[in-house]
DNA sequence: CCTACCGATCGGTAGG
DNA sequence: CCTACCGATCGGTAGG
């Protein structure tokens, strides 16, 4: 794709420029924490998300973004600093609300049928809800889109991890308390779980499909858990 | 990322000059049908699956894929129209074999569970032994890629539905037969499969994962098959 | 001086 | 098959 020439370039510095007018602006603005402001960027970084679910991270223009804002390309620089920092920002919302409602389900009462129950119908729950935001989430494979190991890449990456383990490790659990069958590896069986889930992307679209949420979750946990049960 | 000028005008004439002079060389060399061309021509599409896989459809550029096949970039128009042809060629190659043997299995004697086990069992040997035209058949979703319906993108989403309608199909016959349980919706069933299947290109690398595609669809087929089992 | 931008253009690269 | 380019557009920044 086209590249800035920062990153044309060899060196492995920052890609925006933080030093130009703009981006003090942007920071001054940001620091001031103005709540028109900041409603303003949330629309920004919504936006984005619809775009970026329309035609795909890569393919998707800032000037599709600003277009469909009702402004202009160079205004965005007021809110934003780049690009990826829409990115960022689309999916670390979603990922955070999901790892932190993860982390109390796996920490919390109940058997592993029961939190495994709670962290699927979470995960398609928290789809429909931040949607389209959890579409691009899902989506955009980090590896993928960053060309480099980025900071912010690493966080996501890492967090997407995390959120995973929780389900590993609850299946793992499962395995050991004579809940489930042990006669798979438990590393497929996870990422069989998270294959139902995950591509709903392709499919499930929030409000305009036959099912919701719910209905998902119910049909792939029944078809999960009976599948997994000790025969 | 940056558009042709024939997709960035309003017109749906195709993308691709087919007048040019390097384009009528290369409908002599197609029509000639020197086994040499055909190799090469072969082996470029093989570069560009590699190079797709790693960097993405969109994010690659042609300037990659011929550093990568060790020549100019103008110099692969000899063989390919396109970036484009070169998406078509990986897929379609992936795509034909699995639909002519998916109707096979299901034309064919057996039970459902025995017909879904051959199903689940030809899509996953045929992503490792196709790898990476199939990685890029699965991570490419066609209706982000083309623009607007061309006829390659409206037969490829035609043959893809194809292979998922005998899925659904046998889901059904299945539910019919008795022989799994009718108390799930058959497209989120069917869903759920395809899900576990295809989300195997975010983490399964032919060759260098843990575990083989024969090892993940007997996981895959233990869960779905007990899952969906009459109780 | 501030805010929220605009019109114009930068260096580079896209597919062809 | 390369050299030499095109019309258009990229992400990002300049001054006002």
New interface residues.
Partial sequence: ??QSRQQAGRTAVPTTNNTSRISQRRKAAIAEGGPEYAAKRAKLVQTAAVVFRE??Y??A?LNDVAERFGTDRASLYYYVGSKEDLLYECISTVLDANLEQGRRIAAGPGTVREKLTELVTLTLKSYEEHYPYAFVYI?E?MS?IAGRSTEWAEELVGKTHEFERLAFDLVSAGIQAGEFRS???T???T??L???????H??FVPGHS??DAA??AG??L????????R?
């Fill in positions: 794709m086209c035609k795909g890569t393919t223009t989506q494979d993928h006669d798979l590896p590393g497929l069986v990422n069989g998270f294959g139902m889930m995950n591509w709903t392709r499919w036959k099912h209905e998902i049909t792939f029944s078809i999960f858990l009976d599948g997994m049960a025969t």
